[in-house]
């Protein structure tokens, strides 16, 4: 029989010499390799695609091996609906106590009163949170009313009248142009067709949330919840305001801090940027800032535990303990000093960045940062969001096109680009660093020009790229990764020999 990968390793390594997370991830890709090589191929190349490209995606990061271990195990065969004492199946008794660690660990985290580990995705742990607030706040008064508190002995009459008022009421998010999520009332999700949605904006001149202007609208609207949170808003959030602005407008305060929850969690945002604090719910992807698995958590006052709980069956599938069993890792590593200083390292090299690329003349939203991303605008150098992605792409830089508040470009082309500095902190970039990175993608902005177009015209796709800056880009972010490299424990060079065919 053909060697395998780890065998080979343990050949030609004395004992003391053993690495043992090499020998993991051996011992894990010799198995996917078993039945499937070209799967086990995809697993090393996507490690050398990141290891050898810059990583600026600002909902990306990089997790523990620690959290990797936790989910790659016989975890995912066991089915858990409904939750911790609680369940629709038997001999659960492990995935209870692995849920239950996961979710004490998020509120000692957090400072929350209740948490719930069970959602899949960000996405998902929306809608979890909009159907307990339907169920908490229009379902159950409704039922009470009746008398009749299971749906299931509702008249036909009885149930489509509730599913209609379920069905019309109000949410109020940022508006998916001015930086809030597509759940959070874009007409393509499923979001804005539960919900009338009644979106804010940022304010046209300032790019940034006006809080008068919130309160105005909400005392208007009246909405059934208030949504706060983002997906590209370049600066932190008085969640205070939004309380005393949802208490007057009657409306449940929700906030998605899916992209900060790790500067939450880090004690960057504290007191009144605090959400767990002052909202009535939150939610989170558990893998952007706070580096855990991919996965969400949602946090709430006690008042919406028990609707929160009924997640699953209500919503979400069956949970996914092994994913469970990693974000507890996630949620112990991040009580660390070590995280905490992380955390504060990833806003100082945000602003850091910002600064510097405002130095070198580029544009940001609002001017700036307060959190860990911010919006380069790449109209002055006669660019679509789309090229300067490509253009980054090339020069081996990853990261993602924006729409600006207002594009002229819409969502598909956009004038922004998105830049984030959790993974490179997580790498253990600092401020120095922060400079070369600026110095980069100004040199590639100022070096990309729009392609011709067949008929003469301009692409508002295609580039060309001034060949010298991308040869010499590419190098620079070499370099830069030799010294900053991604989990160092792993032979990269030995496993591409061995699975890459
Ligand atoms: N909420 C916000 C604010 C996000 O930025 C995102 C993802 O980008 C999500 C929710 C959705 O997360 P997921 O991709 O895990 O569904």
């Known amino acids: ?30 198995m996917v390799a078993k039945t499937f090589p070209e799967i086990a191929e995809n697993i090393v190349k996507e490690f050398s695609d990141q290891r050898t490209h810059l990583k600026l995606i600002a909902s990306e990061n990089y997790c523990s091996l620690s959290v990797q271990a936790a989910m790659g195990n016989l975890l995912t065969d066991k089915y858990a609906e409904g939750y911790p004492e609680h369940r629709y199946y038997g001999g659960c008794q492990n995935i209870d106590a692995i849920e239950s660690a996961a979710a004490e660990e998020a509120k000692l985290l957090f400072g929350a009163e209740y948490a719930y580990v069970q959602p899949h995705a960000g996405a998902d742990a929306n ?68 919900f009338q949605t009644c979106s804010y904006t940022v304010d046209k001149k300032t790019g940034l949330l006006d809080y008068d202007q919130i309160e105005e609208q909400a005392l208007k609207e009246k909405p059934l919840i208030l949504l706060a949170g983002y997906s590209a808003y370049p600066r932190s959030i008085n969640f205070r305001k939004f309380k005393e602005i949802a208490e007057k407008a009657g409306a449940v305060l929700m906030v998605d801090m899916a992209h900060f929850a790790g500067l939450v969690a880090g004690k960057v945002f504290t007191g009144d940027e605090d959400p767990v604090r002052w909202a009535d719910i939150v939610t989170t992807t558990t893998h952007k800032t706070l580096r855990g698995p ?19 069956p209500l919503v979400l599938g069956g949970p996914l303990p092994h994913m469970m069993a990693a974000k507890a890792i996630a949620f112990r590593e991040a009580q660390s000093k070590a995280y905490q200083d992380y955390a504060h ?63 002229p470009n819409g969502a598909w082309f956009t004038s922004g680009l998105r830049i984030g500095t959790p993974a490179v902190t997580t790498l253990g970039m600092k401020e120095p660093e922060m400079q070369e990175i600026a110095e980069m993608i100004y040199a590639v902005l100022k070096a990309t020009k729009p392609a011709k177009t067949k008929s003469g015209g301009q692409s508002r796709t295609h580039v060309e790229i001034d060949s010298k800056v991308k040869i010499k880009t590419e190098q620079k972010v070499k370099d830069l990764l030799k010294r900053f490299v991604l989990y160092p424990e792993l032979d990269l060079e030995l496993l591409k020999r061995i699975y890459i065919r």
């Open 294 to 312: 991919r996965g969400a958590l949602i946090l709430c006052k006690k008042e919406f535990a028990d609707v929160v709980n009924k997640g699953c």
């Open 127 to 194: 809608i979890t949170a909009y159907w307990a607030i339907l169920s908490a706040k229009i379902e159950m008064p409704a039922l009470e009313k009746i008398g009749e508190m299971n749906v299931s002995n509702l008249t036909e009459q009885q149930w489509e009248a509730l599913r209609q008022k379920l069905g019309n009421q109000k949410l109020m998010g940022l508006d998916y142009y001015s930086g809030g999520h597509l759940t959070h009332g874009y007409r393509q999700n499923i979001s804005a067709r539960m």
């Open 345 to 407: 390292q990833v806003r100082d090299n945000a602003r850091a960045l910002a600064d510097a690329a405002m130095k070198l003349g580029m544009r940001l939203q609002t001017g700036g940062t307060d959190n860990h991303l911010m919006l380069i605008d790449v109209q002055p150098f006669g660019l679509t969001g789309r090229q300067a992605e490509t253009a980054m792409t090339q020069c081996g830089i990853t990261l993602n096109r924006n729409a600006l508040p207002f594009d």
């Open 1 to 30: 029989m053909k060697e395998s990968g780890l065998q080979m390793y343990l050949k030609n390594i004395s004992m003391e010499n053993i690495n043992t997370a090499l020998v993991a991830y051996l011992a894990n890709l010799d």
